[in-house]
């Protein structure tokens, strides 16, 4: 049987203590407090919290309560959930356009299949920083269970059909970025809750991540790439890989390109538009990087005549398919002008790759190609990034492994550059011979 104790002192006024040990030993965690705070209406709520060490511990934790809410910034509603509102603060998001479709479609698969069978259900007043570490560490662990048993799976199987292959895909492991992922949009729907005064602080600030890993950026050498655009010379999406790796573009920004964007005789094309494949429904929209009047991406002579010759492809096609040809003006499209399927890309890659027998990589390692052969040619990140429609930052976070070759190159120019001026090496010394 539980007894409660009040404290004496007038200035412990709603502290108690409720315990249930035989000993009743003062090490026992069971002070609380409870507090009536009148709302706007005039009715009041009673709001009580446990768990504290000793009455003046509970005090001080009842007069931040009282003074939160005289601040107005302690929750006035402690029932929605987590889930209810992170679901609430993504279709605001998309409603007011804010979140392109691919972006939703991502933020909204991290917080459902991950995020918020964990911790969808806890009250958003009551969700704490320790809440989140637990959840993102569970993620991690539930999907090393998940291939563990998949594995297992496979295994026996095999061993009772000796020449199958494994019937059952093994999930891919959740990586840091992953998490951090997860987190970014725990943390932007939490900060829309503070901003709307329904929680003081943002729990998600305190939570613990996973250390960052930066995966080594790797690409094709151009002898590797030669080699893939020579094997795949007589197939109809030959001009897109020859693209890819020419200009950089996104896979959604060739999807998207238009024989109007492109301008032949002066030998550059503009990124407009972009097309994405959201649960392989089909999203125009602007492109990631376009400011309103395009990204220029500049294109060599070589790639001027092999567009010139997909041009001439195009109109045999146009005349054979004669009333049944869709123009579209699309640059990227089947022999009846209908725009290739994004998908479809990223397969027919794979596929010509491992026809090709070179080193596996996915389409996007095309655009880090392209990003390699700029740096290689000296190219500044603004350059660089310019080029590419992306931000300086993004640049050196993803490229930056590859510039130290050219700043090397830089620092020997600095000196030639001295040399020309008639300083010699023993100029820059002491006539101790001591250096500077």
């Not at 492809?313 to 209908?338: C, F, N, V």
């Not at 930056?400 to 120019?413: D, V």
């Amino acid at each position: 049987m539980s007894t409660v104790r009040r404290p004496k002192d007038k200035r412990l006024v709603g502290v108690y203590r409720r315990c249930s040990c035989a000993d009743r030993s003062d090490k026992c965690e069971h002070w609380s407090f409870s507090i009536e705070l009148p709302d706007k209406g005039g009715k009041r709520r009673q709001v009580s919290q446990t768990g504290f060490r000793n009455p003046t511990e509970a005090s001080e934790a009842r007069d931040k309560l009282r003074a939160r809410h005289r601040a107005g910034t302690l929750p006035t509603d402690d029932k929605i959930t987590v889930g209810e509102w992170v679901r609430k603060w993504l279709n605001d998001r998309i409603a007011a356009g804010e979140l392109r479709p691919s972006s939703a479609r991502s933020y909204r698969d991290l917080a459902e299949q991950h995020l918020l069978p964990r911790i969808g259900e806890v009250r958003l007043a009551k969700l704490r920083a320790e809440d989140l570490t637990t959840a993102y560490r569970q993620i991690v662990a539930d999907r090393r269970a998940a291939i563990t048993e998949t594995e297992a799976r496979n295994t026996a199987w095999l061993a009772r059909n000796p020449n199958s292959t494994r019937p059952y895909p093994v999930p891919r492991p959740i990586s840091p970025a992953t998490v951090r992922r997860i987190h970014a949009v725990a943390s932007g729907a939490l900060t829309s809750a503070v901003k709307s005064g329904r929680i003081p602080a943002n729990p998600a600030a305190n939570a613990e991540l996973p250390k960052a890993t930066k995966d080594k950026v790797t690409s094709w050498t151009p002898e590797q790439y030669a080699a893939f655009l020579a094997a795949v010379a007589d197939e109809p999406l030959h001009i897109a890989f020859w693209l890819f790796g020419h200009t950089g573009l996104r896979r959604g920004e060739l999807a998207g390109l238009k024989w109007a964007d492109v301008d032949l005789d002066n030998r550059r094309l503009t990124v407009r538009r972009n097309r994405v494949s959201v649960g392989y429904e089909i999203r125009e929209g602007r492109a990631k990087s376009d400011n309103g009047h395009g990204r220029i991406v500049p294109l060599g002579p070589a790639t001027v005549e092999r567009l010139q010759a997909h041009m001439v492809d195009q109109l045999e096609h146009r005349m054979a398919a004669a009333e049944a040809y869709e123009d579209g003006d699309w640059l990227i499209a089947d022999e009846l002008g209908r725009p290739v399927h994004p998908e479809r890309l990223t397969k027919t890659f794979a596929r010509l790759v491992k026809r090709a027998e070179l080193p596996t990589t996915k389409l996007h390692g095309l655009r880090h190609f392209y990003a390699w052969a700029l740096i290689s040619a000296g190219r500044t990140p603004a350059q660089v990034a310019y080029l590419m429609g992306d931000e300086i930052g993004t640049v050196m976070t993803v490229y930056g492994g590859l510039f130290p070759q050219s700043e090397r190159g830089a620092a020997e120019a600095v000196e030639d550059v001295v040399r020309g001026a008639g300083v010699n090496d023993h100029a820059l010394t002491h006539a101790d011979g001591q250096g500077w």
